[in-house]
């Protein structure tokens, strides 16, 4: 799965578990370390630790992916999973807001989300 598809891949998975204001930052032009950085905010620590098993679970059982690296925890806040050439950041909304990574990234382009058509709207 190329970099991009994994990216969006991790959004939609921690969607899939409620998480707030996920959003991907394409630093391929900024960054020699990684391609995409996903960052989302989940709102307790049993939150965090949802999204977090959302994504190492799902990824590794339906595409064969698991992490380079995992590092944080719920407790302090941030949990980051290292894919390589996408990073995920998965963190409270005070954590999030105290390190601004999309202000520290602010060059980097948001990668916006393809939304597929329900079939209801395919049948109009």
């Not at 990216?7 to 394409?26: F, G, M, P, S, Y």
């Not at 949990?79 to 990234?105: C, N, P, Q, S």
Request: aromatic content about 6%; overall charge negative.
């Amino acid at each position: 799965m190329d970099s991009r598809k994994l990216a969006q891949r991790c959004r939609d998975l921690a969607e899939n578990r409620k998480a707030e204001d996920v959003v991907i930052l394409d630093v391929r032009k900024l960054s020699s370390v990684t391609d995409y950085f996903v960052v989302a905010t989940g709102t307790s620590e049993p939150h965090l630790r949802a999204v977090e098993d959302e994504l190492v679970s799902r990824l590794r059982d339906e595409d064969g992916i698991a992490p380079n690296s995992t590092d944080g925890s719920a407790q302090s806040s941030w949990l980051v999973l290292d894919f390589f050439d996408v990073i995920v950041h998965v963190m409270r909304a005070e954590t999030r807001e105290k390190y601004d990574l999309e202000g520290l990234w602010g060059e980097a382009p948001r990668v916006r989300a393809v939304r597929k058509k329900s079939a209801a709207a395919d049948s109009e």
